[in-house]
C-alpha cells in the first residue's frame, strides 16, 4: 500500500505550506495586490521623511509647519473627495451589476458622468466641509483665509480628482475588479511627491523633476503662498492651469479609449 | 418588404474573441410586432448577438439597424425605443422597487416617471411591490420588476435575455402572460433567448436557432422540428448541441492526431 502522507513531516506544516502557496498563487495571479504591499511603505516613507527634513530646516520656521499640515490636508481632501466620490460612484454600478441595464438606455456616457459628478459634489462638500470645520475649531486655521485665491486653487484640485477618477474608470473597464484598489490608493501614490505637507525642496532631489511635472504640485505651491499671506503667484497658478488642463485631456483620452476596448472585447459580461 | 416594418435588421454579424469566433455571419430581421425566439446550446453566441444588436458589444463585420437608426452610432436614439431584460441580472441593492423604476423612466427620458412606474407596476400586477427594497425579493419579482422596467417607455421592441432562467412554473408562466399581453396591446416585438422550449413554443411565432455562431434554422417552430426530423423543439435543441459535442470532439482528435504525429516524425 502506498503512503499517503509524507513520514516525518507533521501534518499542520504540509497544511500550513498548502494555505501559504494559496495565497502566493493569488498575489502571482493578481499583480495589482503588489500595488497594497509595496505602495504604502513607500508612500509612509517618503511621507514622514519628507515632513521631518521639512520640519527641521529652520529656514522655514518652525511655527510654518502646522501651515503647511493644515492647509495642506484640507486641500488634499478636495482632490480625494472628488476622485473617490466618481470612481466610487462608477464602481457601484459594477458591484450591484447594473452596467448592462445602464447601456441599454438612451444614457449617454457624458450623462451618466455628469449626474455621478453632480452627486459626487455634494458628497464633496460634506467631506471637505468637516475637515475644514475641524480644522478651524480644534487647531484655529480657517481655510477661508486664503481669500478668493482659494475658488482657482479649489476649482483646479477638484479638477485633478475628477481625471484621475477617469483614468481608474479606465482601468477597471479594461481590467475588471482587480483594479479597483487603485481607486483608493492611487492618489496616495501621487501625495508624498506633490508637496502637499511641504515645500518641493523637502523632496529627495531624484523626485524633484517628477514633482514639477505633476499639476498638484503647481497647485498646491499656490495654496501654500496664498496660505502664509503673500499675493497670488499668477505664473505658478498658470502652470498649474496648463498642467491640469493636460491631465484632464489624457484621461478623457485614456477612458474613451479604455471604453472603445470595453465594447470590442464585450467585457461588460463580466457584470452580468 | 419596407424596410420601416423591421424593428431590427442584423446582416452578417461577426465577432472575434480571443478564445474564437463566436458569432459567423449571423442574419436577423424582426418585424414590428413579431416575438422571436432566439435558440441555442450553451455558447452557440446567443447573448453576444443580442449584444451587438443593442449596441453594447461592437462586432467585428456585419451591420446593425434598430427603428431605422444604424448601431452603434444611432444607440441613444434607438435605445428611446428598445426595452431589454435579463433574468441573471440582480436589482441594485440599497434601492426600493419605485426608486428603481423611476430612476429608469427618467433614463428613457419619460414625463411623469412616478406615475408611469406606478402604472407599470400595476400593469404586472405587482404594485404590491413599490416600497420593496430590490434585495427583499424573489427570483420571479425580480424578473417581473426586470419586465416593468424595460416596458416603461413602451418599447418597439423587448430583448430578453434568459427572462426566466430559474423562475418557477407558476411565476414563468405569469411573466410569459404579461409579455404576450404587452406585445399584443402595445405591438412590441419580442426577441427572446431561453433554454426553456416551451416557453419559446408558447410564446414566440417564429424561432431562430444558433448553433457554434450560425443561424441553423429559422422559422415556425413546428417547420424547424420537422426540418430536423425531430418531434419538437428540444429534440432540435438536444440534437445540435450532440452536432456541437461530436465537432468539438473531433477536433480534439484531431489536434491530438498532429501532436503524435509530429511527435512521431521527430
Same mark, same amino acid.
Given at each position: 500500500?502506498?503512503?499517503?502522507?509524507?513520514?516525518?513531516? /507533521?501534518?499542520?506544516?504540509?497544511?500550513?505550506?498548502?494555505?501559504?502557496? &494559496?495565497?502566493?498563487?493569488?498575489?502571482?495571479?493578481?499583480?495589482?495586490?503588489?500595488?497594497?504591499?509595496? !505602495?504604502?511603505? *513607500?508612500?509612509?516613507?517618503?511621507?514622514?521623511?519628507?515632513?521631518?527634513?521639512?520640519?527641521? &530646516?529652520?529656514?522655514?520656521? %518652525?511655527?510654518?509647519?502646522?501651515?503647511?499640515?493644515?492647509?495642506?490636508?484640507?486641500?488634499?481632501?478636495?482632490?480625494?473627495?472628488?476622485?473617490?466620490?466618481?470612481?466610487?460612484?462608477?464602481?457601484?454600478?459594477?458591484?450591484?451589476?447594473?452596467?448592462?441595464?445602464?447601456?441599454?438606455?438612451?444614457?449617454?456616457?457624458?450623462?451618466?458622468? +455628469?449626474?455621478?459628478?453632480?452627486?459626487?459634489?455634494?458628497?464633496?462638500?460634506?467631506?471637505?466641509?468637516?475637515?475644514?470645520?475641524? %480644522?478651524?475649531?480644534?487647531?484655529?486655521?480657517?481655510?477661508?483665509?486664503?481669500?478668493?485665491?482659494?475658488?482657482?486653487?479649489?476649482?483646479?484640485?477638484?479638477?485633478?480628482?475628477?481625471?484621475?477618477?477617469?483614468?481608474?474608470?479606465?482601468?477597471?473597464?479594461?481590467?475588471?475588479?482587480?483594479?479597483?484598489?487603485?481607486?483608493?490608493? =492611487?492618489?496616495?501614490?501621487? !501625495?508624498?511627491?506633490?508637496?502637499?505637507?511641504?515645500?518641493?525642496?523637502?523632496?529627495?532631489?531624484?523626485?524633484?523633476?517628477?514633482?514639477? =511635472?505633476?499639476?498638484?504640485?503647481?497647485?498646491?505651491?499656490?495654496?501654500?503662498?496664498?496660505?502664509?499671506?503673500?499675493?497670488? /503667484?499668477?505664473?505658478?497658478?498658470?502652470?498649474?492651469?496648463?498642467?491640469?488642463?493636460?491631465?484632464?485631456? $489624457?484621461?478623457?483620452?485614456?477612458?474613451?479609449?479604455?471604453?472603445?476596448?470595453?465594447?470590442?472585447?464585450?467585457? #461588460?459580461?463580466?457584470?452580468? | !418588404?419596407?424596410?420601416?416594418?423591421?424593428?431590427?435588421? +442584423?446582416?452578417?454579424?461577426?465577432?472575434?474573441?480571443?478564445?474564437?469566433?463566436?458569432?459567423?455571419?449571423?442574419?436577423?430581421?424582426?418585424?414590428?410586432?413579431?416575438?422571436?425566439?432566439?435558440?441555442?446550446?450553451?455558447?452557440?453566441?446567443?447573448?453576444?448577438?443580442?449584444?451587438?444588436? $443593442?449596441? *453594447?458589444?461592437?462586432?467585428?463585420?456585419?451591420?446593425?439597424? =434598430?427603428?431605422?437608426?444604424?448601431?452603434?452610432?444611432?444607440?441613444?436614439? %434607438?435605445?428611446?425605443?428598445?426595452?431589454?431584460?435579463?433574468?441573471?441580472?440582480?436589482?441594485?441593492?440599497?434601492?426600493? #422597487?419605485?426608486?428603481?423604476? *423611476?430612476?429608469?423612466?427618467?433614463?428613457?427620458? $419619460?414625463?411623469?416617471?412616478?406615475?408611469?412606474?406606478?402604472?407599470?407596476?400595476? &400593469?404586472?400586477?405587482?404594485?404590491?411591490?413599490?416600497?420593496?427594497?430590490?434585495?427583499?425579493?424573489?427570483?420571479?419579482?425580480?424578473? $417581473? =420588476?426586470? *419586465?416593468?422596467?424595460?416596458?416603461?417607455?413602451?418599447?418597439?421592441?423587448?430583448?430578453?435575455?434568459?427572462?426566466?432562467?430559474?423562475?418557477?412554473?407558476?411565476?414563468?408562466?405569469?411573466?410569459?402572460?404579461?409579455?404576450?399581453?404587452?406585445?399584443?396591446?402595445?405591438?412590441?416585438?419580442?426577441?427572446?433567448?431561453?433554454?426553456?422550449?416551451?416557453? #419559446?413554443?408558447?410564446?414566440?411565432?417564429?424561432?431562430?436557432?444558433?448553433?457554434?455562431?450560425?443561424?441553423?434554422? @429559422?422559422?415556425?417552430? @413546428?417547420?424547424?422540428?420537422?426540418?430536423?426530423?425531430?418531434?419538437?423543439?428540444?429534440?432540435?435543441?438536444?440534437?445540435?448541441?450532440?452536432?456541437?459535442?461530436?465537432? &468539438?470532439?473531433?477536433?480534439?482528435?484531431?489536434?491530438? @492526431?498532429?501532436?503524435?504525429?509530429?511527435?512521431?516524425?521527430?
Amino acid at each position: 500500500m502506498t503512503e499517503l502522507t509524507y513520514t516525518g513531516v /507533521p501534518a499542520s506544516v504540509l497544511r500550513i505550506a498548502a494555505i501559504a502557496t &494559496r495565497h502566493a498563487y493569488v498575489l502571482k495571479r493578481s499583480p495589482h495586490r503588489l500595488f497594497d504591499v509595496v !505602495m504604502w511603505p *513607500v508612500v509612509d516613507t517618503m511621507l514622514f521623511g519628507s515632513i521631518g527634513v521639512f520640519a527641521s &530646516r529652520s529656514a522655514h520656521g %518652525a511655527a510654518q509647519v502646522p501651515l503647511y499640515l493644515l492647509a495642506g490636508i484640507v486641500l488634499w481632501h478636495v482632490v480625494y473627495q472628488a476622485q473617490i466620490a466618481l470612481s466610487t460612484g462608477f464602481l457601484e454600478e459594477t458591484w450591484s451589476r447594473n452596467l448592462l441595464n445602464l447601456f441599454t438606455t438612451p444614457t449617454r456616457e457624458w450623462e451618466y458622468m +455628469a449626474g455621478v459628478a453632480l452627486f459626487g459634489l455634494v458628497k464633496l462638500a460634506v467631506g471637505v466641509g468637516a475637515v475644514a470645520v475641524i %480644522a478651524w475649531t480644534v487647531y484655529s486655521f480657517q481655510i477661508t483665509s486664503l481669500g478668493f485665491g482659494l475658488l482657482p486653487v479649489v476649482v483646479l484640485l477638484m479638477a485633478i480628482g475628477m481625471a484621475i477618477s477617469l483614468f481608474v474608470i479606465g482601468l477597471v473597464l479594461r481590467f475588471g475588479s482587480g483594479a479597483e484598489a487603485l481607486a483608493w490608493g =492611487i492618489l496616495f501614490g501621487i !501625495m508624498p511627491i506633490s508637496g502637499v505637507f511641504y515645500p518641493v525642496s523637502a523632496l529627495p532631489w531624484l523626485i524633484r523633476p517628477l514633482a514639477r =511635472i505633476l499639476p498638484t504640485t503647481h497647485t498646491f505651491v499656490v495654496g501654500q503662498t496664498l496660505a502664509r499671506g503673500e499675493p497670488m /503667484p499668477w505664473g505658478e497658478l498658470g502652470i498649474a492651469l496648463g498642467t491640469t488642463a493636460v491631465l484632464v485631456v $489624457l484621461a478623457f483620452g485614456y477612458a474613451s479609449w479604455m471604453l472603445r476596448v470595453f465594447r470590442e472585447r464585450g467585457y #461588460v459580461t463580466r457584470y452580468s | !418588404m419596407n424596410s420601416a416594418d423591421f424593428v431590427l435588421r +442584423a446582416r452578417q454579424l461577426v465577432k472575434d474573441y480571443r478564445r474564437g469566433r463566436a458569432v459567423d455571419g449571423v442574419d436577423l430581421e424582426i418585424k414590428a410586432g413579431e416575438r422571436v425566439g432566439l435558440l441555442g446550446p450553451n455558447g452557440a453566441g446567443k447573448t453576444t448577438t443580442l449584444l451587438m444588436c $443593442l449596441g *453594447v458589444v461592437r462586432p467585428n463585420g456585419g451591420s446593425v439597424e =434598430i427603428l431605422g437608426h444604424p448601431m452603434p452610432r444611432g444607440r441613444y436614439a %434607438a435605445m428611446e425605443r428598445v426595452g431589454f431584460v435579463a433574468g441573471y441580472l440582480p436589482l441594485p441593492e440599497r434601492m426600493k #422597487v419605485d426608486e428603481y423604476l *423611476v430612476m429608469f423612466a427618467r433614463l428613457y427620458g $419619460l414625463r411623469n416617471p412616478r406615475a408611469v412606474a406606478q402604472h407599470g407596476l400595476e &400593469r404586472f400586477g405587482v404594485a404590491h411591490l413599490s416600497r420593496a427594497m430590490g434585495t427583499e425579493l424573489s427570483s420571479g419579482q425580480k424578473t $417581473l =420588476i426586470g *419586465v416593468v422596467k424595460a416596458s416603461l417607455h413602451r418599447p418597439r421592441l423587448m430583448v430578453l435575455d434568459e427572462p426566466t432562467a430559474s423562475l418557477d412554473p407558476e411565476v414563468a408562466l405569469r411573466v410569459r402572460t404579461g409579455l404576450r399581453e404587452l406585445s399584443e396591446s402595445d405591438g412590441t416585438a419580442l426577441l427572446v433567448t431561453s433554454h426553456n422550449m416551451v416557453e #419559446v413554443e408558447r410564446l414566440c411565432d417564429r424561432v431562430v436557432f444558433l448553433s457554434a455562431g450560425r443561424v441553423v434554422a @429559422d422559422g415556425r417552430a @413546428d417547420e424547424i422540428a420537422q426540418q430536423f426530423g425531430r418531434e419538437d423543439l428540444e429534440g432540435v435543441f438536444l440534437h445540435l448541441a450532440e452536432v456541437r459535442d461530436a465537432a &468539438r470532439d473531433a477536433s480534439r482528435d484531431a489536434a491530438r @492526431d498532429v501532436d503524435r504525429l509530429a511527435t512521431e516524425a521527430s
